[in-house]
């Protein structure tokens, strides 16, 4: 069994319409989760990837660059964004991805009005 491991997807960051933060190597995991940190108002949405080959997550979803958005789980009350986009204020909150296989993930920050601090954690 693999060691857990954290990846930092975004570090203070308040730049908004960021298309996908680093990018989380989930392959051989189970859990896939994200704690995030903001300051103000945020819209954030999960992109995974099943494919062997990292995507670029900036880029438009194709054949040859295989990515989708998937549904975050609150883990606290087990609601879901349904892959829509989670809204979040001011706080920290803990999220699981509603996909089993990945082997890629990241968020998107679809908009931004304060710093985001999101680190995923694959387990």
Known sequence: MQQPQNYTIYSADATANIAGGKVAFCGGFNHVEFDITVTGNVTLKA?????????DFTAVASATNQWSY??????????????????????????????????HATLELVSNAG?????????
């Open 47 to 55: 992109k995974i990837s099943h494919s062997d080959t990292p995507p």
């Open 70 to 103: 998937t549904e975050l789980i609150d883990m606290l009350d087990r609601s879901t964004d349904s892959g829509a986009g989670l809204a979040m204020t001011a706080g920290t909150k803990s999220f699981r991805l509603n996909e089993d296989g990945v082997k």
């Open 115 to 123: 710093a985001v601090t999101a680190v995923c954690r694959v387990s």
